[in-house]
Protein backbone atom coordinates (compact mmCIF):
# COMPACT_ATOMS: atom_id res chain seq x y z
CA UNK A 1 0.00 0.00 0.00
CA UNK A 2 1.07 3.49 -0.63
CA UNK A 3 2.01 5.71 1.85
CA UNK A 4 1.49 9.16 -0.13
CA UNK A 5 -1.00 10.78 0.79
CA UNK A 6 -2.48 13.85 -2.08
CA UNK A 7 -1.79 17.35 -0.53
CA UNK A 8 -2.14 20.61 -1.48
CA UNK A 9 -0.14 22.83 0.82
CA UNK A 10 -0.25 26.81 1.05
CA UNK A 11 2.82 28.47 1.93
CA UNK A 12 1.72 31.92 3.29
CA UNK A 13 3.70 33.84 5.48
CA UNK A 14 0.52 33.87 8.03
CA UNK A 15 2.02 29.96 9.42
CA UNK A 16 5.42 31.51 10.23
CA UNK A 17 3.35 34.69 12.48
CA UNK A 18 3.62 34.79 15.81
CA UNK A 19 0.55 36.30 16.16
CA UNK A 20 -2.56 35.63 18.04
CA UNK A 21 -6.42 34.74 18.16
CA UNK A 22 -8.43 35.97 15.24
CA UNK A 23 -5.47 38.00 13.36
CA UNK A 24 -3.94 35.01 11.73
CA UNK A 25 -7.20 33.93 10.82
CA UNK A 26 -8.20 37.35 9.49
CA UNK A 27 -4.87 37.14 7.18
CA UNK A 28 -5.77 34.06 5.81
CA UNK A 29 -9.04 35.15 4.93
CA UNK A 30 -7.91 38.08 3.24
CA UNK A 31 -5.26 35.93 1.21
CA UNK A 32 -7.93 33.74 0.07
CA UNK A 33 -10.49 36.19 -0.94
CA UNK A 34 -8.04 38.38 -2.63
CA UNK A 35 -7.79 35.12 -4.88
CA UNK A 36 -4.07 35.34 -4.66
CA UNK A 37 -3.97 31.97 -3.04
CA UNK A 38 -1.21 29.30 -4.80
CA UNK A 39 -0.92 25.97 -3.54
CA UNK A 40 2.04 23.47 -4.08
CA UNK A 41 0.37 20.47 -5.14
CA UNK A 42 2.69 17.46 -3.99
CA UNK A 43 2.27 13.80 -1.78
CA UNK A 44 3.49 13.08 1.34
CA UNK A 45 4.73 10.26 3.24
CA UNK A 46 2.88 9.45 5.92
CA UNK A 47 3.96 6.38 6.95
CA UNK A 48 4.85 6.14 10.69
CA UNK A 49 3.73 10.07 11.05
CA UNK A 50 1.23 11.18 14.17
CA UNK A 51 -1.66 12.79 12.30
CA UNK A 52 -4.61 14.21 14.84
CA UNK A 53 -8.02 14.22 13.71
CA UNK A 54 -10.28 16.46 15.39
CA UNK A 55 -14.16 15.31 15.11
CA UNK A 56 -15.48 11.77 14.88
CA UNK A 57 -18.06 12.33 12.25
CA UNK A 58 -18.61 11.30 9.07
CA UNK A 59 -16.49 13.23 7.51
CA UNK A 60 -13.66 12.93 10.17
CA UNK A 61 -14.46 9.27 9.09
CA UNK A 62 -13.24 9.88 5.81
CA UNK A 63 -10.17 11.46 6.91
CA UNK A 64 -9.08 8.46 8.83
CA UNK A 65 -9.96 6.18 6.31
CA UNK A 66 -7.46 8.40 3.95
CA UNK A 67 -4.81 8.62 6.74
CA UNK A 68 -4.81 4.70 7.83
CA UNK A 69 -4.97 3.54 4.37
CA UNK A 70 -1.76 5.08 3.64
CA UNK A 71 0.26 4.41 7.09
CA UNK A 72 -0.28 7.13 9.11
CA UNK A 73 -0.23 7.09 13.06
CA UNK A 74 -3.80 8.47 13.96
CA UNK A 75 -5.15 9.96 16.86
CA UNK A 76 -9.20 10.69 17.45
CA UNK A 77 -10.59 13.62 19.35
CA UNK A 78 -13.81 13.70 19.66
CA UNK A 79 -16.93 14.06 21.93
CA UNK A 80 -18.38 11.66 20.28
CA UNK A 81 -17.63 8.78 17.76
CA UNK A 82 -19.40 7.28 14.45
CA UNK A 83 -19.96 3.69 14.30
CA UNK A 84 -16.48 3.65 11.43
CA UNK A 85 -14.56 5.26 14.21
CA UNK A 86 -15.61 3.24 16.79
CA UNK A 87 -15.17 0.27 14.96
CA UNK A 88 -11.46 1.40 14.03
CA UNK A 89 -10.81 2.07 18.23
CA UNK A 90 -12.10 -1.06 19.01
CA UNK A 91 -9.48 -2.80 16.79
CA UNK A 92 -6.67 -0.92 17.83
CA UNK A 93 -6.10 1.23 14.67
CA UNK A 94 -6.67 4.47 16.05
CA UNK A 95 -5.81 6.05 19.33
CA UNK A 96 -8.86 7.74 20.68
CA UNK A 97 -9.33 10.72 23.25
CA UNK A 98 -12.87 11.53 24.20
CA UNK A 99 -13.67 15.04 25.02
CA UNK A 100 -13.40 18.11 23.52
CA UNK A 101 -10.45 19.05 21.64
CA UNK A 102 -7.47 21.17 23.85
CA UNK A 103 -4.15 22.56 22.56
CA UNK A 104 -1.71 20.02 24.05
CA UNK A 105 -3.60 17.33 22.02
CA UNK A 106 -1.38 18.78 19.12
CA UNK A 107 1.75 17.65 20.99
CA UNK A 108 3.82 15.47 18.65
CA UNK A 109 1.31 16.16 15.52
CA UNK A 110 2.74 16.14 12.00
CA UNK A 111 -0.49 16.56 10.24
CA UNK A 112 -3.95 18.36 11.57
CA UNK A 113 -7.56 17.30 10.75
CA UNK A 114 -10.86 19.19 12.04
CA UNK A 115 -13.55 17.93 10.86
CA UNK A 116 -16.28 18.80 13.90
CA UNK A 117 -19.55 20.35 13.36
CA UNK A 118 -18.55 23.38 15.65
CA UNK A 119 -17.13 26.18 13.72
CA UNK A 120 -15.43 27.46 16.66
CA UNK A 121 -13.57 24.10 17.69
CA UNK A 122 -12.45 23.81 14.32
CA UNK A 123 -11.27 27.78 14.00
CA UNK A 124 -9.17 26.78 17.35
CA UNK A 125 -7.56 23.86 15.79
CA UNK A 126 -6.37 25.95 12.86
CA UNK A 127 -5.18 28.56 15.13
CA UNK A 128 -3.06 26.62 17.57
CA UNK A 129 -1.72 24.02 14.66
CA UNK A 130 -0.56 27.10 12.66
CA UNK A 131 0.77 28.36 15.65
CA UNK A 132 2.91 25.56 15.99
CA UNK A 133 3.72 25.45 12.45
CA UNK A 134 2.02 22.55 11.84
CA UNK A 135 0.16 21.45 8.77
CA UNK A 136 -3.58 21.88 9.32
CA UNK A 137 -6.76 21.08 7.17
CA UNK A 138 -10.45 22.43 8.17
CA UNK A 139 -13.26 20.34 6.33
CA UNK A 140 -15.18 22.84 4.15
CA UNK A 141 -13.62 26.24 5.61
CA UNK A 142 -10.51 26.43 2.72
CA UNK A 143 -9.52 29.69 4.48
CA UNK A 144 -8.61 27.87 7.96
CA UNK A 145 -6.18 25.64 6.07
CA UNK A 146 -2.72 25.50 4.95
CA UNK A 147 -3.52 22.53 3.21
CA UNK A 148 -6.16 21.47 1.05
CA UNK A 149 -6.93 17.79 0.07
CA UNK A 150 -7.38 17.43 -3.60
CA UNK A 151 -10.26 14.64 -5.35
CA UNK A 152 -8.12 11.87 -5.75
CA UNK A 153 -8.95 8.88 -8.10
CA UNK A 154 -6.73 5.75 -6.29
CA UNK A 155 -6.40 3.04 -8.57
CA UNK A 156 -3.57 0.57 -7.91
CA UNK A 157 -0.66 1.58 -10.09
CA UNK A 158 -1.06 5.50 -10.25
CA UNK A 159 -2.86 8.47 -8.09
CA UNK A 160 -4.69 11.23 -9.72
CA UNK A 161 -4.97 14.43 -7.65
CA UNK A 162 -7.33 17.04 -8.77
CA UNK A 163 -7.62 20.59 -7.55
CA UNK A 164 -9.17 23.65 -8.13
CA UNK A 165 -7.80 25.55 -5.11
CA UNK A 166 -10.28 25.14 -2.79
CA UNK A 167 -12.34 27.60 -5.25
CA UNK A 168 -14.26 24.97 -6.82
CA UNK A 169 -14.54 21.81 -5.14
CA UNK A 170 -17.53 20.34 -7.01
CA UNK A 171 -15.45 20.36 -10.94
CA UNK A 172 -12.25 18.70 -8.89
CA UNK A 173 -14.80 16.08 -7.62
CA UNK A 174 -16.55 16.12 -11.34
CA UNK A 175 -12.91 15.99 -13.28
CA UNK A 176 -12.26 13.24 -11.05
CA UNK A 177 -14.87 11.43 -12.02
CA UNK A 178 -14.80 11.80 -15.62
CA UNK A 179 -10.78 10.52 -15.47
CA UNK A 180 -12.91 6.91 -13.48
CA UNK A 181 -15.18 6.72 -16.48
CA UNK A 182 -12.33 6.82 -18.72
CA UNK A 183 -10.16 4.88 -16.97
CA UNK A 184 -9.40 2.27 -19.38
CA UNK A 185 -7.75 4.85 -21.46
CA UNK A 186 -6.03 5.78 -18.56
CA UNK A 187 -4.36 2.54 -18.21
CA UNK A 188 -4.16 2.25 -21.99
CA UNK A 189 -1.52 5.47 -22.04
CA UNK A 190 0.28 3.97 -18.77
CA UNK A 191 0.77 0.58 -20.23
CA UNK A 192 2.38 2.54 -23.29
CA UNK A 193 4.58 4.73 -21.25
CA UNK A 194 6.05 1.59 -19.43
CA UNK A 195 6.14 -0.08 -22.63
CA UNK A 196 8.34 2.97 -23.50
CA UNK A 197 10.70 2.50 -20.87
CA UNK A 198 10.90 -0.89 -21.61
CA UNK A 199 12.07 -0.44 -24.87
CA UNK A 200 15.63 -1.99 -24.78
CA UNK A 201 17.83 -3.80 -27.90
CA UNK A 202 17.31 -8.06 -27.26
CA UNK A 203 20.72 -9.88 -27.56
CA UNK A 204 21.27 -12.02 -31.06
CA UNK A 205 19.01 -9.82 -32.42
CA UNK A 206 19.13 -7.38 -35.15
CA UNK A 207 17.12 -4.48 -35.43
CA UNK A 208 17.22 -2.55 -38.92
CA UNK A 209 16.44 1.11 -37.34
CA UNK A 210 15.56 4.18 -39.75
CA UNK A 211 17.44 7.03 -37.99
CA UNK A 212 15.45 9.64 -39.97
CA UNK A 213 16.49 12.75 -42.11
CA UNK A 214 19.04 14.02 -39.83
CA UNK A 215 17.63 15.94 -36.71
CA UNK A 216 17.72 13.88 -33.78
CA UNK A 217 14.56 14.57 -32.47
CA UNK A 218 12.85 13.28 -35.62
CA UNK A 219 14.07 9.44 -34.33
CA UNK A 220 11.11 7.28 -33.64
CA UNK A 221 10.48 6.37 -29.78
CA UNK A 222 11.58 2.99 -30.43
CA UNK A 223 14.50 3.63 -32.04
CA UNK A 224 15.98 5.84 -29.61
CA UNK A 225 15.04 3.04 -27.19
CA UNK A 226 16.48 -0.10 -29.22
CA UNK A 227 19.73 2.55 -29.64
CA UNK A 228 20.30 3.50 -26.43
CA UNK A 229 20.48 -0.50 -25.59
CA UNK A 230 22.44 -1.28 -27.93
CA UNK A 231 25.71 -3.31 -27.89
CA UNK A 232 26.89 -2.65 -31.42
CA UNK A 233 25.47 -0.12 -33.80
CA UNK A 234 26.58 -0.36 -37.95
CA UNK A 235 25.53 2.56 -39.57
CA UNK A 236 25.85 4.51 -42.69
CA UNK A 237 27.61 8.03 -43.17
CA UNK A 238 24.62 10.22 -43.35
CA UNK A 239 23.57 9.46 -40.05
CA UNK A 240 25.14 12.03 -38.23
CA UNK A 241 27.42 11.98 -35.26
CA UNK A 242 24.40 13.44 -32.63
CA UNK A 243 22.50 10.47 -33.38
CA UNK A 244 25.37 7.87 -33.08
CA UNK A 245 26.25 9.73 -29.78
CA UNK A 246 22.90 8.34 -28.55
CA UNK A 247 23.85 4.72 -28.35
CA UNK A 248 26.21 3.48 -25.41
CA UNK A 249 29.90 4.95 -25.43
CA UNK A 250 31.04 0.87 -24.79
CA UNK A 251 28.88 -0.03 -27.93
CA UNK A 252 30.61 -1.37 -31.19
CA UNK A 253 30.39 1.19 -34.00
CA UNK A 254 30.74 0.30 -37.58
CA UNK A 255 30.81 2.24 -40.81
CA UNK A 256 30.90 0.35 -44.01
CA UNK A 257 29.24 3.14 -46.32
CA UNK A 258 31.57 5.89 -46.38
CA UNK A 259 30.34 9.10 -48.55
CA UNK A 260 31.45 8.92 -51.89
CA UNK A 261 32.53 5.61 -51.75
CA UNK A 262 28.90 3.72 -52.33
CA UNK A 263 28.59 3.54 -55.73
CA UNK A 264 29.15 0.63 -58.29
CA UNK A 265 31.45 -2.50 -57.60
CA UNK A 266 32.69 -1.13 -54.30
CA UNK A 267 29.56 -0.73 -52.86
CA UNK A 268 28.71 -4.78 -53.37
CA UNK A 269 31.24 -5.46 -51.63
CA UNK A 270 30.33 -3.02 -49.02
CA UNK A 271 27.01 -4.49 -48.57
CA UNK A 272 28.08 -7.97 -48.63
CA UNK A 273 30.39 -7.11 -45.66
CA UNK A 274 27.44 -5.58 -43.47
CA UNK A 275 25.60 -8.36 -44.30
CA UNK A 276 28.02 -10.31 -42.81
CA UNK A 277 29.06 -7.75 -40.09
CA UNK A 278 25.40 -7.81 -38.55
CA UNK A 279 24.91 -12.01 -38.72
CA UNK A 280 28.14 -12.50 -36.89
CA UNK A 281 27.65 -9.82 -34.41
CA UNK A 282 24.00 -11.43 -33.45
CA UNK A 283 25.82 -14.74 -33.30
CA UNK A 284 28.14 -13.65 -30.61
CA UNK A 285 25.02 -12.75 -28.73
CA UNK A 286 25.26 -9.14 -29.47
CA UNK A 287 22.20 -6.58 -29.69
CA UNK A 288 22.80 -5.16 -33.43
CA UNK A 289 21.52 -1.80 -34.49
CA UNK A 290 21.69 -1.85 -37.76
CA UNK A 291 20.95 2.11 -38.53
CA UNK A 292 20.16 3.45 -41.74
CA UNK A 293 19.37 7.43 -42.45
CA UNK A 294 15.61 7.83 -43.43
CA UNK A 295 14.06 5.23 -43.70
CA UNK A 296 15.41 1.72 -44.42
CA UNK A 297 12.84 0.49 -47.26
CA UNK A 298 13.51 3.51 -49.29
CA UNK A 299 16.94 3.63 -51.43
CA UNK A 300 17.94 2.17 -48.02
CA UNK A 301 18.82 -1.35 -48.93
CA UNK A 302 17.06 -2.57 -45.98
CA UNK A 303 15.15 -4.95 -47.93
CA UNK A 304 18.47 -6.67 -49.06
CA UNK A 305 19.64 -6.77 -45.67
CA UNK A 306 16.63 -8.06 -44.05
CA UNK A 307 16.43 -10.98 -46.45
CA UNK A 308 20.09 -11.86 -46.09
CA UNK A 309 19.25 -12.11 -42.25
CA UNK A 310 15.92 -14.12 -42.98
CA UNK A 311 18.15 -16.58 -45.01
CA UNK A 312 21.20 -16.90 -42.62
CA UNK A 313 18.09 -17.48 -39.40
CA UNK A 314 18.93 -14.59 -37.70
CA UNK A 315 15.95 -12.95 -35.67
CA UNK A 316 15.70 -9.70 -36.69
CA UNK A 317 12.92 -6.63 -36.74
CA UNK A 318 12.61 -3.50 -39.26
CA UNK A 319 11.80 -0.13 -37.27
CA UNK A 320 10.67 2.45 -39.20
CA UNK A 321 12.37 5.88 -39.81
CA UNK A 322 11.20 9.27 -41.50
CA UNK A 323 12.27 9.35 -45.30
CA UNK A 324 14.32 12.27 -46.25
CA UNK A 325 11.62 13.37 -48.47
CA UNK A 326 8.70 13.49 -45.66
CA UNK A 327 11.46 15.17 -43.19
CA UNK A 328 12.43 17.43 -45.98
CA UNK A 329 9.07 18.54 -47.36
CA UNK A 330 8.00 19.10 -43.56
CA UNK A 331 11.21 21.06 -42.95
CA UNK A 332 10.13 23.51 -46.59
CA UNK A 333 6.45 23.27 -45.84
CA UNK A 334 5.49 21.67 -49.02
CA UNK A 335 2.46 19.41 -49.12
CA UNK A 336 3.42 16.13 -51.01
CA UNK A 337 -0.47 16.10 -51.57
CA UNK A 338 -2.53 18.87 -51.64
CA UNK A 339 -6.14 18.78 -52.46
CA UNK A 340 -7.06 19.92 -55.77
CA UNK A 341 -2.91 20.65 -56.44
CA UNK A 342 -1.73 17.29 -56.16
CA UNK A 343 -3.08 13.67 -55.24
CA UNK A 344 0.02 11.22 -55.43
CA UNK A 345 3.96 11.61 -54.95
CA UNK A 346 6.07 9.60 -56.30
CA UNK A 347 9.67 8.60 -54.44
CA UNK A 348 12.49 7.98 -57.67
CA UNK A 349 16.13 7.49 -57.32
CA UNK A 350 17.85 10.41 -59.61
CA UNK A 351 20.74 8.61 -60.03
CA UNK A 352 19.63 5.31 -61.09
CA UNK A 353 17.67 7.32 -63.54
CA UNK A 354 20.31 6.95 -65.91
CA UNK A 355 22.10 3.26 -65.11
CA UNK A 356 24.09 1.35 -67.86
CA UNK A 357 21.00 -0.49 -69.29
CA UNK A 358 19.46 3.21 -69.65
CA UNK A 359 16.60 4.73 -68.34
CA UNK A 360 15.55 3.28 -65.14
CA UNK A 361 12.77 5.68 -64.33
CA UNK A 362 10.18 5.81 -67.03
CA UNK A 363 9.87 9.61 -66.85
CA UNK A 364 6.85 10.11 -69.24
CA UNK A 365 5.03 7.79 -67.09
CA UNK A 366 5.05 10.39 -64.18
CA UNK A 367 2.19 11.69 -62.98
CA UNK A 368 1.89 15.36 -63.91
CA UNK A 369 -0.90 16.09 -61.67
CA UNK A 370 1.23 14.29 -58.67
CA UNK A 371 4.97 15.75 -56.67
CA UNK A 372 7.45 14.25 -57.20
CA UNK A 373 10.51 13.25 -54.74
CA UNK A 374 13.99 12.99 -56.39
CA UNK A 375 16.68 11.34 -54.00
CA UNK A 376 20.09 10.69 -55.03
CA UNK A 377 19.65 13.23 -58.46
CA UNK A 378 22.07 16.15 -57.07
CA UNK A 379 25.05 15.08 -59.64
CA UNK A 380 22.37 14.49 -62.39
CA UNK A 381 19.83 17.69 -62.28
CA UNK A 382 20.81 18.80 -65.46
CA UNK A 383 19.85 15.69 -67.06
CA UNK A 384 17.00 14.97 -64.88
CA UNK A 385 15.25 18.72 -65.82
CA UNK A 386 16.23 17.56 -69.36
CA UNK A 387 14.20 14.39 -69.21
CA UNK A 388 11.49 16.17 -66.77
CA UNK A 389 10.84 18.72 -69.84
CA UNK A 390 10.80 16.02 -72.72
CA UNK A 391 8.42 14.06 -70.48
CA UNK A 392 6.02 16.75 -70.85
CA UNK A 393 6.51 18.52 -67.90
CA UNK A 394 5.39 22.16 -68.39
CA UNK A 395 8.63 24.89 -68.05
CA UNK A 396 6.78 26.67 -65.31
CA UNK A 397 6.84 23.81 -62.87
CA UNK A 398 7.33 24.76 -59.54
CA UNK A 399 10.56 22.69 -57.98
CA UNK A 400 12.52 23.20 -54.69
CA UNK A 401 15.92 21.36 -53.55
CA UNK A 402 16.31 20.52 -50.53
CA UNK A 403 19.97 20.65 -49.05
CA UNK A 404 20.75 19.05 -45.78
CA UNK A 405 16.92 18.91 -44.51
CA UNK A 406 16.33 18.91 -40.74
CA UNK A 407 19.80 19.25 -40.16
CA UNK A 408 21.80 22.75 -39.38
CA UNK A 409 23.04 23.11 -42.60
CA UNK A 410 19.36 23.17 -44.38
CA UNK A 411 18.98 25.23 -47.27
CA UNK A 412 16.18 25.51 -49.16
CA UNK A 413 16.57 26.68 -53.10
CA UNK A 414 12.98 27.17 -55.27
CA UNK A 415 12.34 28.01 -58.79
CA UNK A 416 10.52 27.08 -62.03
CA UNK A 417 11.58 23.29 -64.28
CA UNK A 418 12.89 26.26 -67.21
CA UNK A 419 15.92 27.50 -64.46
CA UNK A 420 16.45 24.23 -62.46
CA UNK A 421 19.43 23.44 -64.77
CA UNK A 422 20.67 26.89 -64.18
CA UNK A 423 20.19 27.49 -60.27
CA UNK A 424 21.28 24.12 -59.73
CA UNK A 425 24.78 24.91 -60.79
CA UNK A 426 25.20 28.70 -59.76
CA UNK A 427 23.97 27.39 -56.43
CA UNK A 428 26.30 24.32 -56.48
CA UNK A 429 23.74 22.09 -54.52
CA UNK A 430 25.84 19.53 -52.81
CA UNK A 431 24.15 15.93 -51.65
CA UNK A 432 22.43 14.64 -49.67
CA UNK A 433 19.82 16.94 -51.16
CA UNK A 434 16.11 16.41 -52.25
CA UNK A 435 14.41 17.49 -55.34
CA UNK A 436 10.41 18.56 -55.07
CA UNK A 437 9.00 19.25 -58.57
CA UNK A 438 5.01 19.90 -59.01
CA UNK A 439 2.59 21.99 -58.83
CA UNK A 440 2.04 21.74 -54.37
CA UNK A 441 5.54 22.81 -54.26
CA UNK A 442 4.49 26.29 -54.11
CA UNK A 443 1.34 25.87 -52.05
CA UNK A 444 2.65 27.28 -49.19
CA UNK A 445 3.57 30.58 -50.28
CA UNK A 446 7.25 30.95 -49.81
CA UNK A 447 7.83 34.34 -49.01
CA UNK A 448 5.94 33.27 -45.47
CA UNK A 449 7.92 30.36 -45.22
CA UNK A 450 11.27 32.18 -45.48
CA UNK A 451 10.14 34.66 -42.89
CA UNK A 452 9.11 32.32 -40.49
CA UNK A 453 12.22 29.75 -40.49
CA UNK A 454 15.44 31.05 -38.61
CA UNK A 455 18.56 32.51 -39.78
CA UNK A 456 19.89 28.83 -40.77
CA UNK A 457 17.90 28.24 -43.16
CA UNK A 458 19.09 30.03 -46.45
CA UNK A 459 16.57 30.80 -49.20
CA UNK A 460 17.22 32.04 -52.71
CA UNK A 461 15.41 31.88 -56.27
N1 LIG B 1 17.01 5.66 -46.80
C1 LIG B 1 17.15 7.07 -46.97
C2 LIG B 1 17.66 7.44 -48.35
C3 LIG B 1 19.07 7.06 -48.56
S1 LIG B 1 19.68 7.45 -50.14
C4 LIG B 1 15.83 7.78 -46.67
O1 LIG B 1 14.81 7.12 -46.51
O2 LIG B 1 15.84 9.00 -46.59
C5 LIG B 1 20.50 8.94 -49.86
C6 LIG B 1 19.72 10.11 -50.40
O3 LIG B 1 18.71 10.48 -49.47
C7 LIG B 1 20.53 11.36 -50.57
O4 LIG B 1 21.25 11.36 -51.76
C8 LIG B 1 19.46 12.40 -50.56
O5 LIG B 1 18.79 12.48 -51.78
C9 LIG B 1 18.51 11.86 -49.54
N2 LIG B 1 18.75 12.43 -48.20
C10 LIG B 1 19.05 11.76 -47.08
N3 LIG B 1 19.11 12.60 -46.03
C11 LIG B 1 18.83 13.82 -46.51
C12 LIG B 1 18.72 15.11 -45.92
N4 LIG B 1 18.93 15.31 -44.62
N5 LIG B 1 18.40 16.16 -46.72
C13 LIG B 1 18.19 15.98 -48.03
N6 LIG B 1 18.28 14.78 -48.63
C14 LIG B 1 18.59 13.72 -47.89
Not at 25 to 36: C, D, F, L
Not at 102 to 131: K, M, W
Not at 242 to 256: D, G, Q, T, V
Not at 389 to 411: I, L
Request: positive net charge.
Amino acid sequence: MTGFFPLDILFRESIHYHAYGDNIVRSIAKGTMSGSVEYLPLFHDVRGANALVVGGGTVASRKIRALLSRGAVVTVVAKEFSRPVAEWIRRGDLRAIQGRFSPGHLDGAALVFAATDDRRVNAEVSREAIRRNIPVNVADAPELCSFILPAVLQEEEFTLAVSTGGKNPGAARSLREFLEQNREEISVRLERGRRRKRIAARKGKVYIVGAGPGDPDLLTVRALGLLRSADAVVYDYLVPEEILSLAPSKALKLCYARKGKTSGHGAALKQIAIHEATVRLAREGRSVVRLKSGDSLVFGRGGEEAEHLAREGVEFEIVPGITAAIGCAAAARIPLTHRGVSSSVTFIAGHEAFGKEGGAVEWDRLPKDGTLAVYMGVSRVEAIARELGNAGFAPNTPFAVVENGTRPAQRVLRGILANLAHIANEQAIRSPAVLFVGRSVDAVPYETVQEMTDELFAQSV
